[in-house]
């Protein structure tokens, strides 16, 4: 069988390479072996995103949000399904901002118009008018629907599939990415006998980078090497690793191997589009942990990431609450995104200024998961235009001020956490021994 090399990082397209090729050559890239044309990802931008955890998402509680600046808000309808709708009264087109839920019935503060999935249409899959102002105008009410995308619940998240558009009624929707690609057990993980600790990160920042960065191995070792609890993991360790890359219609993977020792594997990173990262080592199925990762784009340079980091070790709920487990690895994930931040902020600034050129960026050999995945997103971003309201409301800030509070503000959640840690220590540990002192 005939064995040509090429250097990738000359080469702008694949397929240009390929051609001069006969079939059955063996095309190889570093340590990749590609037989054939390689499979590219299907799903665009357009797909299921994780939105928030569950216990997020309380009875009669309203979840506000966006996805690439359009305003959207979540709720538990009369029978306890999740719902996603816009957030418009198509009535006069008011904000259900200030409005209320009661019974899984939401209520506009406008003009009263109160909305129902058990509405005189029958339809569950639509969300009618039941009243507005008063019971004259019922017959008006039952034609008016809540424009909606799908929404589902599963693994403990709250998942909304976002498509070019909304629909009044759920069947006209068509799924172009199936949910189970972002479910862990179709990824081979079977999390039954684990724990979990969640953190929810906020970003003022273009969303894309950082996907990029939590798809870069490198700088874990300069940016958190003083921070991560791994020896082999800090800035006096330079590591250069063989990668293995997997690409399909569903998912990017790669899985890095130590070039000093080719049968050891550091770690795995796992891209599934649109917004779902998981990080993990060794076969799904044996592994002994499993970091997921859900980039929401809330809106231009503004983005939410839930975290959430399954583990088969350290299990002992006693244990765990004796030495404050949980409590820590929140404030190592708060840390290491703060640290993060720094970059990223940068990072968008020279993006949007156009400071960062093709012809600037140097990928490195251990970089071609990334480059894989911005060949993906820019075709993606073209193809699929979802920030087409972006030029529309640039102007506006009411959102900003008023709803979102941008970045929006889960800052406090850190504080939280860091105040639990102090309080925790004092009644578990200080208070007994001033106790002790006391009565000595």
Not at 9 to 16: A, C, P, Q, R, S
Not at 68 to 86: A, G, H, S, T, Y
Not at 221 to 238: A, Q, R, S, Y
Not at 395 to 407: A, G, R, S
């Amino acid at each position: 069988m005939e064995n040509k090399q090429i250097n990738f990082f000359k080469v702008k397209d694949i397929n240009t390479v390929l051609k001069p090729f006969k079939k059955g050559s063996v095309i190889s890239i570093d340590n990749v072996d590609i037989r054939e044309k390689p499979k590219q990802l299907e799903i665009g931008l357009y797909g299921w995103y994780a939105i928030c955890p569950s216990s997020e998402l309380k009875n009669n509680k309203i979840h506000y949000f966006s996805l690439f600046d359009e305003p959207l808000l979540l709720f538990r309808d009369e029978k306890n399904n999740v719902r996603c709708i816009k957030n418009i009264c198509p009535h006069r087109g008011a904000s259900f901002y200030g409005g209320s839920i009661s019974n899984g019935k939401l209520t506009c503060p406008y003009h009263g118009a109160r909305f129902s999935a058990e509405g005189n249409c029958q339809n569950l899959d639509r969300i009618t008018c039941s009243h507005i102002v008063d019971n004259n105008y019922d017959n008006y009410a039952k034609r008016i629907h809540l424009s909606q995308y799908k929404a589902v619940e599963k693994d403990s998240y709250i998942y909304v599939y976002f498509s070019d558009h909304s629909e009044t009624d759920l069947n006209n929707i068509n799924e172009k990415s199936l949910i189970n690609n972002y479910e862990l057990i179709s990824n081979g993980f079977n999390l039954h006998d684990s724990v979990s600790e969640e953190v929810l990160v906020d970003f003022k920042c273009d969303w894309s980078r950082i996907i990029e960065n939590h798809l870069d191995i490198l700088h874990i070792f300069w940016v958190h090497g003083d921070t991560i609890p791994d020896k082999e993991v800090n800035k006096n360790v330079l590591v250069s690793f063989n990668q293995k890359i997997n690409i399909n219609q569903k998912f990017i993977e790669s899985i890095y191997y130590y070039k000093n020792n080719p049968t050891k594997e550091f770690i795995r990173i796992k891209y599934i589009p649109p917004g779902r990262v998981l990080i993990y080592k060794g076969d799904p199925s044996v592994s002994k942990y499993v970091q997921v990762l859900d980039h929401i784009p809330l809106g231009e340079n503004k983005s939410r990431v839930i975290v959430r980091h399954y583990r088969k070790f350290l299990k002992n709920k006693l244990l765990n609450n004796l030495i404050l487990f949980k409590e820590i690895q929140k404030k190592i994930f708060y840390k290491i995104f703060d640290e993060d931040y720094m970059i990223l902020k940068t990072q968008t600034y020279n993006h949007k200024l156009g400071l960062i050129k093709n012809d600037e960026i140097k990928l490195l050999g251990e970089d071609r998961i990334i480059n894989y995945f911005w060949n993906w997103y820019k075709k993606s971003e073209e193809k699929d235009n979802p920030w087409k309201l972006i030029s529309k409301n640039k102007e506006l800030n009411v959102y900003d001020e008023i709803i979102f509070k941008y970045p929006p503000e889960i800052k406090k959640l850190e504080i939280i956490n860091n105040l639990s840690i102090i309080r925790k220590t004092f009644t578990r540990y200080a208070a007994p021994l001033i106790f002790l002192l006391l009565i000595i």
